[in-house]
């Protein structure tokens, strides 16, 4: 692991992009007094306008990704790089790569499959070495999703889980430019190459397998259970490739053949069975038609592009809650709640990439380096950070059965 003086604590990569400043913004208003924070992006000029609109005096630092002499420059510089510059496919694997190298540790937002796949591939055993915590899915994915299994199966004694559900009680906040088109080129990627469309739904895509042979996935989450409709989560299948490479982490401590699946609850009735299909059908149809050309050039044309986002006030309104309901092999089932106060996509995320990065930089985490994930890299530290700023993580028993 590298012992050597760095000149910074936390650079933000990707500063004056639109999630950029939210991360930039909390760091600003939450890192401790001493913290040495620079931002960094292709443009000072842009940078410098994130300074004045934060009030503080930060270094800037000009840097292109795809400059891989640069890239290794700044990641040799500093503790920790966190970075808002996706799609990472395109714009993540030489600043993972270099941070793997550096011994530098490394959070982003990814939620795409082939790259964070690729990044175990080339950087996993060199982050081992090297003792640098790459930490994939530092947002909204996965966070939750990761963050309240892991939670829910520690007090729940840590024995192994038959099944984990997630679902999505309530989600207000806008859909940002960047995610649709991480999307786009996960979709584009998959159409040439026939591995990468496998990855895209093995839920173990991110281990190298488990070493039982496992029934099939928990189902797509459609349908009715106790009454109640549900659709499936529109990131369910990344999510839970996270949730099981922090299984495979932990030696399968989750069990393996627990099975994982995220949905949302739209409720009973004729008009819950309506927005169960409706998200159902738009879901799928909305992968159906990126991954199709002549639809994605219409789509291209209406749906928000890279580093555009929604209005203001949709954000400052934003907020969700979220179930995670854990049944271990034996014992009381255990949910985790979690909720905030913040559009998930862009206040939330934005807290909780720079938390991640704090805790990161900060915390006194496992001496553990690797292709992480949230769980197993901070824990219960990045838990303690977001409840602090209005994040509920709490976990309590179910009181019924399995549905």
């Not at 299994?149 to 207000?172: D, E, N, Q």
Request: with cysteine; glycine share 12%; proline share 6%.
């Amino acid at each position: 692991m590298t012992t050597i003086d760095r000149d910074h604590d936390i650079i933000l990569l990707g500063a004056s992009g639109f999630v950029g400043r939210y991360t930039a913004r909390h760091l600003a208003r939450s890192a401790p007094d001493g913290v040495r924070i620079a931002i960094a992006g292709r443009s000072t000029a842009r940078l410098d306008d994130v300074r004045r609109e934060l009030g503080v005096d930060w270094p800037t630092i000009e840097v292109d990704t795809s400059d891989v002499t640069a890239v290794a420059r700044v990641a040799a510089s500093t503790s920790v790089i966190a970075t808002t510059v996706g799609p990472y496919l395109r714009y993540g694997t030489g600043v993972a790569a270099a941070c793997a190298s550096a011994g530098t540790s490394y959070a982003d937002l990814s939620g795409e499959s082939i790259f964070v796949a690729r990044s175990i591939e080339r950087n996993h055993a060199v982050a081992e070495t090297t003792g640098a915590k790459i930490v994939h899915s530092c947002g909204f994915d996965s966070i939750p999703s990761d963050l309240g299994l892991g939670l829910a199966h520690a007090v729940a004694g840590g024995v192994p889980i038959v099944a984990a559900t997630l679902k999505v009680r309530s989600l207000r906040g806008g859909i940002s430019g960047g995610t649709i088109d991480s999307l786009r080129q996960q979709l584009k990627e998959a159409k040439s190459d026939a591995s990468a469309r496998r990855l895209l739904a093995n839920p173990y895509a991110l281990t190298p397998g488990p070493s039982v042979r496992l029934p099939g996935h928990a189902g797509s989450g459609w349908g009715k259970v106790r009454g109640a409709w549900q659709a499936p989560f529109v990131m369910g299948s990344y999510n839970q490739q996270i949730v099981q490479r922090s299984n495979y982490l932990t030696g399968w401590s989750y069990g393996q053949l627990m099975q994982y699946r995220e949905v949302v609850a739209t409720g009973r009735g004729p008009a819950a069975f309506a927005r169960a299909g409706a998200i159902a059908l738009g879901t799928a149809g909305l992968v159906g038609a990126l991954a199709f050309p002549p639809t994605r050039a219409v789509l291209d044309r209406v749906l928000p592009s890279p580093g555009s986002g929604p209005s203001a006030d949709a954000i400052e309104h934003g907020r969700f809650a979220l179930d995670v309901d854990v049944y271990p092999v034996e014992g009381q089932p255990e949910r985790t709640r979690i909720t905030a106060p913040y559009d998930p996509g862009y206040g939330g995320t934005g807290v909780m990439l720079a938390e991640s990065a704090l805790s990161l930089a900060l915390d006194d985490l496992p001496d553990r380096g690797g292709v992480l994930t949230p769980m197993v890299a901070m824990g219960e530290h990045l838990a303690d950070r977001l409840r602090s700023h209005g994040f509920t993580l709490d976990v309590a028993p179910l009181p019924y059965p399995r549905s």
